[in-house]
């Protein structure tokens, strides 16, 4: 039986304390706060007072020129946003099943899937539920993680990395992700039946940039056959930028093997003959466990687990 006698429930919660906490957080001053909620200074003060006096703890230290979170300050302040953020949601779905939609789902995913994967998944929703909203962000992990954390992203396509908290995180594992070289159409090193490292190690390159996890594996796997990396390097992530670099010299570039193939599909580079002994983790479907997928989400979930199959040929399983 569920259990109605939470804490909040006895302290008296209100959404305007909610609201309050996210407004000091970004304002740094309850005057002004308080102006951007449409109350006074005396009844934010209030509000305010009355929940660190539930909680028991101060919430901000207030200083002379504004009031900054306590470490208990930015533990409500992490929930505050999400609570108000579902809420939110919940308005979103109200409104769309009102006039005859599904609701929206919105997805992060990082480059090989987003291109790959993902435009398969889409094209299932789509096909089903033509009127169900569907928001798409391709980033690196790291940045996604931020946002699903922050109840900006619903599910992701992405990589799990030490760092990351996984507390409450479910992961399903889809595949791992080669990677290869390539050039612009037309290059010299193309006309080489036998690449090695070596024959390589002096070119230009366009990499990834320092501290990624590319980048790392890229360094290393020169220095295991006793080689310095290369040396003569242009540092990005933006794929725009190296795709238009590539067309215009003779640099090399690493990427993801399923980047790779749609680009040289369409001519816009090639892939070296050479084999990498190198590559990218395995990425997979991420979600929250402490929160319930909306209808959309789970429409947009099915249809991922569905194209992994199609795409990859693998059944996406669990790996907790």
């Not at 804490?7 to 996210?22: C, N």
């Not at 200074?41 to 539930?54: G, I, N």
């Not at 997979?284 to 319930?292: E, K, M, N, P, S």
Request: net charge positive; charged share 20%.
């Amino acid at each position: 039986m569920t259990n109605y006698n939470h804490w909040f429930i006895r302290a008296r919660l209100k959404t305007r304390q909610l609201l309050l906490l996210v407004a000091l957080a970004e304002e740094g001053n309850i005057h002004r706060a308080a102006q951007v909620l449409n109350m006074t200074q005396p009844a934010a003060s209030k509000l305010l007072k009355d929940l660190e006096d539930v909680l028991e703890v101060s919430l901000f230290d207030r200083l002379p020129r504004g009031m900054r979170p306590t470490w208990y300050g930015e533990t409500m302040i992490r929930h505050a946003r999400v609570a108000l953020a579902s809420l939110n949601q919940a308005h979103d779905e109200l409104q769309a099943a009102k006039s005859g939609q599904l609701g929206q789902v919105s997805v992060g995913a990082i480059t090989s899937p987003g291109l790959v994967l993902l435009p398969d998944a889409v094209a299932r929703v789509k096909a089903e539920h033509p009127n169900l909203h569907v928001s798409l962000q391709i980033e690196t992990s790291d940045v996604l993680m931020e946002r699903l954390n922050q109840n900006k992203l619903d599910i992701l396509v992405a990589r799990l990395f030490a760092q990351h908290d996984k507390t409450d995180l479910r992961y399903e594992v889809i595949t791992d992700e080669p990677v290869c070289a390539v050039t612009r159409p037309g290059h010299p090193l193309l006309r080489k039946n036998r690449l090695g490292l070596r024959d390589v190690v002096d070119s230009g390159w366009i990499v990834p940039p320092i501290g990624s996890v590319l980048r790392h594996r890229f360094d290393l796997m020169f220095q295991e056959v006793g080689v310095q990396a290369p040396v003569n390097v242009i540092e990005t992530g933006a794929l725009l930028f190296t795709t238009k670099m590539l067309q215009q010299s003779d640099m090399i570039s690493v990427l993801a093997t399923d980047v790779a193939r749609y680009y040289a599909q369409h001519g816009i580079m090639a892939i070296l003959p050479m084999a990498l002994p190198c590559q990218m983790d395995s990425f997979g479907v991420i979600t929250r466990r402490d929160r319930l997928l909306s209808p959309a989400a789970n429409v947009m979930l099915r249809a991922i687990k569905a194209s992994a199959f199609t795409v990859y040929g693998k059944r996406v399983g669990t790996a907790d």
